[in-house]
Every structure is written in structure tokens, then in C-alpha cells.
């Protein structure tokens, strides 16, 4: 804590040209005797050829009978916290100046590149507060007025320096920087570190888009955070996520560990349904433009989940084998080479192609749960599982409907559209 006294000068100038005048009336020899005794430093204070006040002396050295003496004080005292040079200062709540006797006229707090910290001084003058949290390992320098009531100024500036964090929960995205992905792509954040201030750290998350869409962000557990806006993004428009988490307290004693923006693009428009019920998908390019194709979905012991879901990955070829999936009813199977595979849950749910299952699309659910589309082996562009892998893009949006089975988990791979927005 850093309390500062300072004092107003109370000016004798007109009684000290008087006194001047009359030494001039007095011969050459008290004259001389007169700078003699200047000269020897003997005085309670010193001038310069000027008459002003030299480093160290005291603004008037007159007498008391001639109007001088010690300069009056302000009333005024400030009080500031943290004390001057203080070290690992919280940057929460941290920093606080106060008077008494006063009124503040200024305070100024900027760190080593001058950038100043926004901040208010109270309706009653009495005290000046951030308006908002400082950055953590970053030095401030503290200016602070304060007048009475008589009108003498104190002043106080001092330094200190918030805390480096120890611990740092790491931060990582499924978006990469200027990708381009489907209308309901949601970003979704994952912590290295289970997340106690979850409201400060949506605080330090915005995601919004060129066309004015903002998203809000719905915890999955500690640790995960994702975020959609209350509809699908507009195709072909501009999404950016801005962190700004490094001085944000996200548990005790660990903050976040990035500040930046990232970018990505909105592609075109397409959201494919599926109707189990019916064995079709039908795909919506926007526009109007749509175009049902026959599939085959989960059987009666695996059904396929209804609801809404993302397309998060995509593999050309992939190996696909009951043992990686649990709960799985019926024969056991290890497929090595199945064809453009499209990935919408984290348990095993693809779209993909299919050269094994016969004269089943369009007719019957025979898989163990995935929604599988007509394809040869070693996959070709024509078949209906080439075109479909071709035209899709991270992102895109394959709802499932009429299934046997549940409603798929908001968490469960990128299907927080699942979720109504009242509960998001």
C-alpha cells in the first residue's frame, strides 16, 4: 500500500521584491557580507541566481514574518494498492486507488508500452477501480490526483507487477486457421485441465460471424466447451473465434494460455436427412436442390441414432471392426477396406460406402447401426458412395430420423444440434 503526502507552496514574491528593494539602499559592505553569508549554505535553504527553489530545498526560505516558511500541505491523501513495486500482484481485483481529504482528478494506469487500462473514478470521488481484469506478468505504472478542499494538489506514482502464472491449462480446437466447412460446424474447445470458472472462460470465447450470427458456448463436463449459433451459419461467410484467455483465472491458480483469432469460412449449403423408416437420404444442396438416394441404416438389434449430426472426419478407406465398438448385438465383423467413410459419432457411426451388402439399399436396414450407400470395392467416384463422399465437406450436417433407436448425445461426436437452443 503506497500512501503519498504532498504540499502546495504558498508564494511570498510580492514581500520578498519589497525586502530586495530596501537591501539596495544599504552600502556595498552589507552587500558583500550579505552573499558572504548566502554562500556558506549556513541558511535553512538555498537560491539560485534565478531566486527559484534549488533540488532539495524547500519553495519559499523566507521567515515566517515575511509570508514564507514550510509550503502548506494538501489535506489530500492517496492510497494506493498495491503498494509501489510490488510483485505478483493478482490481476483480478487486484489494483485500487483511494483518497481522503479529497477528491480524485486523474488516474492513469498504463503498462511498459503505454497502453492504458480502462478504468472510472467514482461518483463521489473517493475512489478509481479497472474496468476490467489486468494482464497477467505485465508491469503498470499507477499516476494518481487528488485535490482538497482549498484547491493543493497531492500526486502519487508508483509500479508493480502481476503475477506470471505457474500453471496454464492448455487449449485446443477442431478448426483450422482458414478452413472451410459446413453450415453447422461447431467449434468445439477442449482444457488439458479440468475448468472451475466456466462463465469466465465463456467470457474469454467469442465466435461470431461477417453476417452478424454469434454463438454460444454449452459445456460437456470439465473440460469440453462447445459452441454453435442458434441456427445454422450462413453459407459463404466468415466465422472467427477470438480467444482472449491468458489472463483469465480459469481454476484456482490456473490461468489460460492462449490470446488470438482464428478464422474460417462457411462453405455451401448442405444438410442431408435421413429417414430410417423409409431407407432413403435425401440431400439438400439449398436452393431448391435436392436428391434422395437409397441407403440401408442400423438393424433392429443395432439401430442408428436419430437426431442431428455433423460430419467431422473423412477417410477414403477405412478398417471398421465390431471389437473397436461397444454394445454391438450379433455377428461379429472386421471389414479392412470399406470405402469413403464419414465419421458423425465418436462410437462408430459413419456414413459410408458399401460393396458387401447385396440388393439391401433402398429396401431393408441391415448394417449395425452405420448408414451405408452403394459402392464397389476400392470405392468409385460414380457410385452413389464416391458422389456423396465427393460433395461433403467437415461439417456438414446428416440428420437421422424414423430409427428403432435414441436420440444421439450432444457430446457424441459434434451433435450438439441435437440439443434445442432453450437448453444450449
Given at each position: ?5 504532498t ?6 514574491r ?9 537591501a539596495?539602499?544599504v ?9 558572504a553569508?548566502n554562500?556558506?549554505g549556513g541558511?535553512?535553504?538555498s537560491?539560485?541566481a534565478k531566486?527559484?527553489?534549488s533540488?532539495?530545498a524547500?519553495a ?9 516558511g514550510?509550503p502548506?500541505?494538501?489535506a489530500?491523501?492517496?492510497?494506493v494498492t498495491p503498494a509501489?513495486?510490488a510483485?505478483d500482484?493478482?490481476p483480478k481485483?487486484?489494483?485500487?486507488v483511494a483518497?481522503?481529504?479529497?477528491k ?9 508500452n503505454?497502453?492504458a487500462?480502462d478504468?472510472?473514478i467514482?461518483d463521489?470521488?473517493l475512489?478509481?477501480k479497472?474496468?476490467g481484469?489486468l ?18 494538489v ?10 506470471t502464472?505457474?500453471k496454464?491449462?492448455?487449449t ?7 478452413g472451410?466447412y ?10 488439458a485441465?479440468?475448468i ?5 472462460v465463456?467470457?474469454?470465447i467469442?465466435?461470431?460471424?461477417s ?9 460437456f ?8 449459433p442458434e ?6 461467410t466468415?466465422?472467427t473465434?477470438?480467444y ?7 481454476s484456482?491458480?490456473?490461468y489460460?494460455d492462449?490470446?488470438k ?6 462453405g455451401?449449403y ?7 423408416a423409409?431407407?432413403t437420404?435425401t ?6 436442390r435436392?436428391?434422395?438416394?437409397p441407403i440401408t ?8 441414432w436419430?437426431g442431428?449430426?455433423l460430419i467431422y472426419?473423412k ?6 471392426n465390431?471389437?473397436?465398438v ?5 455377428a ?8 469413403h467413410?464419414m465419421r458423425?459419432?465418436?462410437t462408430g457411426?459413419?456414413?459410408?460406402g458399401n460393396?458387401?451388402g447385396?440388393n439391401?439399399?433402398g ?5 449395425h447401426?452405420?448408414v451405408g ?7 468409385s467416384?460414380?457410385?452413389?458412395g ?5 460433395s461433403?465437406?467437415i461439417g456438414d450436417?446428416?440428420?437421422?430420423k424414423?430409427?428403432k ?10 451433435s450438439g444440434w441435437?440439443?434445442?437452443w432453450s437448453?444450449w
Amino acid at each position: 500500500m503506497e500512501t503519498v503526502r504532498t504540499t502546495g507552496a504558498v508564494a511570498g514574491r510580492g514581500r520578498r521584491a519589497r525586502r530586495s528593494a530596501a537591501a539596495l539602499l544599504v552600502g556595498g559592505a552589507l552587500l558583500l557580507s550579505t552573499a558572504a553569508c548566502n554562500d556558506d549554505g549556513g541558511g535553512k535553504g538555498s537560491t539560485d541566481a534565478k531566486g527559484g527553489a534549488s533540488a532539495g530545498a524547500p519553495a519559499d526560505s523566507g521567515s515566517p514574518a515575511d509570508g514564507g516558511g514550510v509550503p502548506k500541505a494538501s489535506a489530500a491523501q492517496l492510497t494506493v494498492t498495491p503498494a509501489d513495486g510490488a510483485a505478483d500482484v493478482q490481476p483480478k481485483d487486484g489494483l485500487r486507488v483511494a483518497v481522503t481529504g479529497g477528491k480524485l482528478t486523474t488516474v492513469t494506469v498504463t503498462d511498459k508500452n503505454g497502453k492504458a487500462v480502462d478504468g472510472k473514478i467514482s461518483d463521489d470521488g473517493l475512489s478509481w477501480k479497472p474496468g476490467g481484469q489486468l494482464g497477467v506478468g505485465t508491469t503498470y505504472t499507477v499516476s494518481a490526483q487528488a485535490v482538497d478542499a482549498e484547491g493543493l494538489v497531492a500526486a502519487s506514482t508508483s509500479t508493480f507487477t502481476t503475477l506470471t502464472p505457474a500453471k496454464t491449462a492448455g487449449t485446443s480446437d477442431n478448426i483450422a486457421d482458414n478452413g472451410t466447412y459446413g453450415v453447422g460446424m461447431i467449434v468445439s474447445v477442449t482444457f488439458a485441465k479440468p475448468i472451475k470458472n466456466k462463465e469466465a472462460v465463456l467470457g474469454g470465447i467469442t465466435v461470431t460471424s461477417s453476417d452478424g450470427k454469434t454463438a454460444r458456448g454449452h459445456w460437456f463436463g470439465d473440460k469440453r466447451v462447445d459452441f454453435r449459433p442458434e441456427d445454422f451459419w450462413t453459407p459463404n461467410t466468415k466465422v472467427t473465434v477470438k480467444y482472449r484467455l491468458k489472463n483469465v483465472e480459469v481454476s484456482p491458480g490456473v490461468y489460460g494460455d492462449v490470446d488470438k483469432d482464428e478464422p474460417f469460412g462457411i462453405g455451401r449449403y448442405q444438410v442431408s436427412t435421413v429417414d430410417a423408416a423409409a431407407h432413403t437420404m435425401t440431400v439438400d444442396s439449398g436452393g431448391g436442390r435436392t436428391e434422395t438416394v437409397p441407403i440401408t441404416a442400423g438393424n433392429d438389434e443395432n439401430p442408428s441414432w436419430n437426431g442431428t449430426m455433423l460430419i467431422y472426419s473423412k477417410e477414403v478407406v477405412t478398417r471398421m471392426n465390431s471389437a473397436t465398438v461397444a454394445n454391438v448385438k450379433g455377428a461379429e465383423y472386421d471389414v479392412q477396406d470399406v470405402p469413403h467413410a464419414m465419421r458423425l459419432t465418436r462410437t462408430g457411426t459413419y456414413v459410408h460406402g458399401n460393396y458387401w451388402g447385396g440388393n439391401v439399399f433402398g429396401r431393408t436396414n441391415a448394417s449395425h447401426g452405420c448408414v451405408g450407400l452403394a459402392d464397389v470395392k476400392g470405392g468409385s467416384d460414380t457410385s452413389n458412395g464416391g458422389k456423396f463422399f465427393k460433395s461433403s465437406i467437415i461439417g456438414d450436417v446428416v440428420k437421422i430420423k424414423n430409427s428403432k433407436g435414441k436420440t444421439v448425445d450432444g457430446d457424441n461426436g459434434l451433435s450438439g444440434w441435437t440439443i434445442p437452443w432453450s437448453k444450449w
